[in-house]
């Protein structure tokens, strides 16, 4: 068994970092209207069915074996889930605006309900297989074969965080994404227009939900009901992490991967899944504010 | 409970869809049972989520484990309706009171994170706790309703008993929500603060509302059972939760004809949106992502109009001096309070006496420590040194309502503003529980004419002026029959001719033998009315005396330089 | 320069449905410094965030640099060159001291970094501090933060509301040289203060407000700093002066 610690390892951190991407759009959405997006998960499984159909579109011009087709059906998954993002701003957010985020919370169970079962409608219930990120054989360390499409999704995963970061921490647009979401109305009042902030912030969050729905999709495959799990998850880790941290957030759901998929390994995946619900209510019950607290100065 | 036209609508409601669905028999009966089972369990999510404003994810659960308890009690147990039906609604109204301690006090995205875990939870154990609930099989064979002597197995029947249930739901549903206790939850739920400034227990009235919530749960999901004779892990899915979630937003969440109304709408929509087929669930997100956009009221949001009954004639034997009853000679004294705030001392070591019938001032510039020391008085916060004695007893400890209740009241520096509910109803709400309502209507009615109200009883929260809003907030205060008040800045935003009516109210108030602490920022208030001036600066009295000694006295007016070279 | 920067006509400004200034009418020119004096509640923070545009102005008409202002959205009238340094400081907490600089500058990135650059070289204790969360800094250097977040974009008024709250006095004397310093440059600044000594040490001009009412409008050195606190305490209209 212990040869395939490695490679449990590997699976993990790749799906931790998938978990990290969901969960980054997620609290990014939280940080900027206050309220949970609930569809974050269907927005997920629906940027998984985009990449299904991009994948089944490309390969046919590109081949499988161009070492671009993935790459470049990332690219497109994000820029469609981006536009999704917007168009789910306008639906789900921008009518209550003005309204207590309770109705954006229930707005976007609307819209993960709608979405989840057009793709029911669209796709049927049945698994998917999305496209490979990379075609390459497994990288062979002594005894053990790392599966070279893992590490793909860990490098992509890894980027596209670190691009996010660079986004947020480097750019003007990003300082101001931030500045409006730690304090609206002073934004405006120094001249940062929050409308665009918010809407900039929705198209993001989707099209990050959107790679982590392409970079799961081919180990993992895609359903139209799978949503709900990774919302939990990006839910959990927010309220292990910090609510409103990004790092903290992002940090979560890496080790939520982690220990799922050696739990999984070596208990069983229900053993997991009950443990992590166990195991966010007795935080919530020690702390009612969650494990760091939230922050009172909201930090991005 | 339900009077004129609302029992009408509810008769209505419960009567037409019966007799409807028996005419027009087969298929439209099941449907209508449907919408009856799921009706109770709205109506339980009613009391969380309308009525204490909390967004559970649990009801779908409670739904689920009404469901197993049923058909475990039936297929293995083999026990009778009753006994099975009574589990039904025990085991789950148990889970929410366990959880309810940690779970209720939490921040609304926690809870809803929270509520949503326990519904996993039960989920996973659902699936695979094989043994016991058949795993994903499920449970077959759940028996029919059988009463002792009596066989219900037509559908008929099984439609009739789902909606006598659904009757008495109504019946408990309107027992807990009945008169003021529905005006004391929506000051619950609209102003936290203010309802417990007025005596109203937020802990014990939400862990009530929780667990009979679980039980109208409980009981909707053993019914189902009953009808499908079938459970499976499916009456655990977070579908379940959203059908509800969903019946509760279009039908409304603020009347019980919503619930009705909701539940019967959604239940018919898979057969409206039959070319959808099994994804009907598209037309129920859509359906509530247009409710809760277009019409956050809900279906009975229209009828709210209707509904509201004329006007009852103002009760004749108003209780002028609401005060009298009040235990007058009771004296508020606070001893050497401390309280700081990262590193700042707000109120430090302040002593201060307010007996009755005194009308004593506190004043300060911004900053000085007089609203942290009203808090620390009304209990709002705790102090870190010092002590709070209220007659022969310390109170230091003691939670907001209970301060209230002893007799000690506030009003708050921004009126609480409940515009759904009208000002009569708004006093009603502080009226003591216990009293009968005869009796709340007059002292209410008493209340609101000593603020200068007696105009307006039927004008609505939102309609009402500043000066109107903080008169409101001090009838609200009187309801509660202090025997010393609180006052917060009760002059701000006042005209100059609407703060000598105030004026006039307290002294007639001090004179019965209220005592009064009056925060302002400057003199020109206080000057006439006051017997004493406590003069605050960075968390210490610097003055008192008499308002003519503080007004001249130098560390008074130096406390108005600021920092500078003072 | 000709015509005032900023004129209120009476103005009246309405918060949670309360009148909280009432038909205020004054002038700011550039370089001058015009303090608004008032105890809590006299209706001064509402004043400056009705110029803003983040109150609601019931009545009257506010004129900037002789354009009516009524109906432009707050970014908007920063944008046309109002700077506003609110109440309680309001940065923004999670961004670092340079962040704060730069989230609100209107411009190029080269002149991003030289007006920030700038700002250091006026505020050698932000300089220190620039890679610093802002909520981690002490609150005088949060008060200069704030003012030097405000004139980032060299606006031609300056709403100062309440800088010298809570600060130690040698730290209120870097505040204070830092708004002389604004007017000096040109603009008009509207300070907003119940500190009467600190606020009497930059007024070219006074005015005392009390309920939302001015009560009292004239050169800063018209009154002894005891008759304005008693006026202040007292809140009556008392004798005119």
Redesign the interface.
């Known amino acids: 068994m212990g040869d395939a610690v490695p490679q449990l390892l590997v699976n993990g951190i790749a799906l931790g970092s998938a978990y990290a991407l969901i969960a980054l759009g997620f609290v990014l959405v ?1 940080n900027a209207v206050g309220a ?1 997006n609930f569809a974050q998960g269907d927005l997920v499984m629906a940027g998984g069915f985009v990449a299904v159909i991009l994948g089944e579109l490309l390969t046919p011009h590109l081949g499988d074996a161009t070492a671009a087709t993935g790459p470049l059906t990332l690219l497109l998954t994000m820029l469609v889930m981006a536009a999704m993002g917007l168009l789910f701003s306008l ?2 957010y921008v ?2 605006r003005k ?1 207590p ?3 954006v ?3 976007t ?6 979405l ?3 793709a ?2 669209g796709f049927g219930p049945e698994p998917r297989t999305g496209p490979a990120l990379l075609q390459a054989d497994g990288l062979q360390l002594g005894p053990v074969l790392i599966s070279m499409q893992q590490i793909a999704v860990i490098g992509a995963a890894g980027l596209l965080i670190g691009a996010t970061g660079l986004l947020l ?1 480097r750019t ?1 647009l990003g ?2 994404l ?2 409006a979401a ?2 609206p ?9 929050g409308a665009t902030c918010i809407a900039v912030t929705f198209a993001l969050a989707v099209a990050l939900a959107g790679a982590a729905g392409m970079l799961l999709s081919n180990q993992f495959f895609v359903a139209p009901g799978d949503g ?1 799990l990774f919302m ?1 998850k990006a ?2 880790a927010v ?1 292990l992490g910090g ?1 409103g941290r990004l790092d903290g957030a992002a940090l979560a759901a890496l080790l939520i991967g982690v220990f799922e998929v050696l739990m999984a390994a070596y208990v069983s995946y ?1 053993a997991a ?2 443990l992590l ?2 195991g ?2 007795a935080v ?2 020690v702390r ?3 494990l760091l607290g ?1 922050t009172i ?4 | 409970m339900f009077a004129g036209r609302s029992l009408w609508l509810m008769a209505g409601l419960l009567v037409l869809p019966v007799a409807g669905a028996i005419a027009l028999g087969g298929y439209e009966q099941r449907i209508m049972t449907l919408a009856g089972i799921y009706a109770i369990a709205v109506l339980g999510y009613q009391l969380i989520f309308g009525r204490l404003g909390a967004l559970s994810l649990a009801q779908g659960c409670f739904f689920g484990l009404g469901a197993y308890v049923t058909g475990l009690a039936g297929v293995h147990l083999d026990w009778g309706f009753p006994a099975s039906f009574l589990a039904s609604l025990a085991v789950p109204a148990l889970l929410a009171a366990l959880v309810a301690i940690p779970v209720l006090r939490l921040e609304s995205h926690y809870f809803a994170l929270a509520t949503l875990g326990i519904s996993q939870v039960a989920l996973l154990i659902g699936v695979n706790w094989t043994e016991v609930t058949g795993g994903a099989n499920g449970l077959y064979g759940v028996p029919e309703i059988r009463f002792p002597g009596l066989s219900l197995i037509s559908s008929e029947a099984l439609l009739v008993t789902v909606w006598s249930v659904l009757a008495a739901a109504l019946v408990v549903f309107g027992a807990l929500t009945r008169g003021r206790k529905t005006h004391r939850l929506t000051l619950l739920r609209e102003a936290p603060e203010a309802a417990a400034a007025t005596g109203i227990d937020i802990g014990a009235n939400r862990l009530v509302l929780f667990v009979a919530s679980a039980a109208f749960g409980g009981a909707a999901g053993a019914l189902q059972a009953h009808s499908i004779g079938v459970v499976s892990p499916a009456v655990l899915e977070f579908q379940v939760m959203v059908t509800i979630l969903a019946m509760t937003v279009i039908g409304g969440r603020g009347h019980p004809a919503g619930a009705i109304l909701g539940a019967i709408l959604l239940a018919h929509l898979p057969e409206w949106f039959r070319f959808l087929e099994s994804h009907y669930l598209i037309a129920y997100g859509a359906a509530l992502l247009v409710a809760v956009i277009a019409m956050p009221e809900g279906l009975t949001g229209w009828l709210d109009r209707w509904l509201k009954e004329p006007a009852p004639p103002a009760p004749t034997g108003s209780d002028p001096h609401p005060s009298r009853h009040t235990r007058s000679g009771i004296e508020l004294s606070l001893r050497n309070l401390t309280k700081s705030y990262g590193g700042v001392t707000a109120v430090d070591g302040v002593s201060l006496n307010v007996a009755a019938g005194e009308i004593v001032g506190l004043i300060g510039p911004n900053g000085s420590g007089k609203s942290t020391l009203i808090n620390i008085a009304s209990g709002l916060q705790s102090p870190e040194n010092g002590s709070v004695h209220f007659g022969s007893s310390e109170i230091t400890r003691s939670r907001p309502h209970e301060r209230a209740l002893a007799g000690l009241a506030r009003t708050f520096q921004t009126p609480p503003a409940v515009p759904s509910l009208a000002p009569m109803a708004f006093v009603l709400a502080a009226c003591p529980a216990g009293m009968d309502d005869g009796q709340a209507e007059a002292l209410a009615c008493g209340c609101l004419e000593r603020a200068g109200l007696t105009a307006l009883p039927q004008a609505t929260g939102a309609a009402l002026s500043p000066a109107q809003r903080r008169g409101l907030d001090l009838a609200r205060a009187l309801a509660s029959r202090p025997s010393v008040l609180l006052l917060d800045e009760p002059a701000a935003g006042l005209t100059p001719d609407e703060r000598t009516g105030l004026a006039t109210c307290l002294k007639s108030l001090a004179s019965e033998g209220l005592g009064l602490l009056i925060v302002d920022h400057s003199m020109d208030f206080l000057l006439p009315l006051t017997d004493r001036v406590v003069c605050l600066a960075t968390g210490k009295v610097v003055a008192e005396g008499t308002p003519e000694e503080v007004s001249r006295d130098p560390a008074a007016i130096a406390a108005y330089f600021g920092s500078g070279d003072s | 320069m000709t015509g005032p920067v900023l004129s209120l006509e009476t103005v009246s400004v309405e918060r949670g449905g309360a009148r909280v200034v009432s038909a205020l009418s004054m002038a700011i020119h550039g370089g001058e410094v015009v303090t608004v004096l008032g105890s809590n509640g006299a209706g001064k923070s509402s004043l400056l965030r009705a110029i803003i545009g983040l109150g609601n102005t019931s009545a009257g008409r506010i004129r900037f640099a002789g354009e009516d202002l009524t109906g432009a959205r707050p970014r908007e009238r920063a944008a046309r060159g109002i700077g506003y340094c609110p109440e309680g400081r309001r940065l923004f907490p999670g961004l670092t001291v340079e962040e704060n600089l730069a989230v609100v500058f209107e411009g190029a990135t080269r002149a991003r970094k030289e007006r920030i650059t700038e700002m250091f070289d006026r505020f050698p204790a932000l300089a220190a501090k620039r890679g610093a969360r802002a909520w981690s800094l002490s609150g005088g250097q949060q008060q200069l933060l704030a003012i030097a977040r405000a004139i980032m974009n060299t606006p031609r008024l300056v709403l100062l509301d309440e800088p010298t709250l809570g600060l130690a006095p040698m730290v209120i004397d870097e505040v204070l040289d830092a708004v002389r310093s604004i007017a000096a440059s040109g603009a008009g600044v509207l300070l907003a203060e119940q500190n009467v000594v600190p606020a009497l040490r930059v007024a070219d001009r006074l005015l005392i407000l009390s309920r939302g009412a001015v009560v009292h409008d004239g050169p800063a050195t018209a009154l002894a700093p005891e008759r304005i606190a008693a006026l202040m305490l007292a809140g009556t209209e008392g004798p005119s002066v």
């Not at chain 1, 109305?185 to 227009?193: D, P």
């Not at chain 1, 100065?297 to 991005?300: A, M, P, W, Y």
């Open positions: 939280i949970v639906l789900a009518p209550l309204k985020p309770v109705s919370f229930i707005s169970i609307a819209l993960g309900l709608i989840q079962h057009a029911n409608a921490t003007q300082r101001r931030r500045a730690q304090d109305e002073i934004a405006e009042a120094v001249g940062i227009n709900g939990l839910y959990i309220t609510w229900v899944e009950a619900y166990a966010v209510l919530l019950l009612p504010s969650g939230e100065q909201r930090r991005t």
